[in-house]
């Protein structure tokens, strides 16, 4: 037996880049939870926006976020398939604070849309390793 025959597969370009992908991402996610700590510790807005002084959606949204990100990002860095729930969810939430109550979240379309199109990205190459692995 040689030692050829042992060796692992190597992974395809496509699973390469998934996993590329995948860790931009998570990089991404821990900036942003980063942001969210930043946030609720008072380091943003001079002090504004520190976590007793702020409403209290805000500060839900904020906890939620500065737990699921970095949780998230862990996930998708390790490439499992729990990681890519959280940051939906994550992403579901903020998303969803934005849009429904700009009053009180401010307005992000950029964020959403980034959010939305990271998303779109991760599921159609998650399709198409799907459709290439049963072939």
């Not at 821990?30 to 504004?48: C, N, P, Q, R």
């Not at 702020?54 to 990681?83: K, S, T």
């Not at 992000?108 to 390793?129: E, Q």
């Amino acid at each position: 037996m040689s030692s050829e025959s042992s060796a692992a597969p190597r992974p395809s370009f496509s699973q390469t880049a998934f996993l590329v992908f995948k860790r931009c991402v998570a990089v991404f996610l821990f900036v942003m939870a980063l942001s969210s700590w930043a946030a609720l510790i008072g380091l943003t807005e001079g002090g504004a926006g520190r976590f007793d002084l702020v409403h209290a959606d805000v500060r839900l949204v904020e906890a939620v976020l500065a737990v699921l990100y970095p949780v998230a990002a862990a996930g998708l860095w390790f490439g499992v398939g729990w990681g890519f729930v959280l940051w939906v969810l994550g992403a579901a939430v903020q998303i969803f604070a934005h849009s429904a109550y700009p009053h009180i979240f401010g307005n992000a379309p950029g964020l959403s849309a980034l959010h939305i199109l990271l998303i779109g990205f991760y599921v159609s190459f998650w399709v198409y390793l799907a459709f290439i692995r049963r072939r």
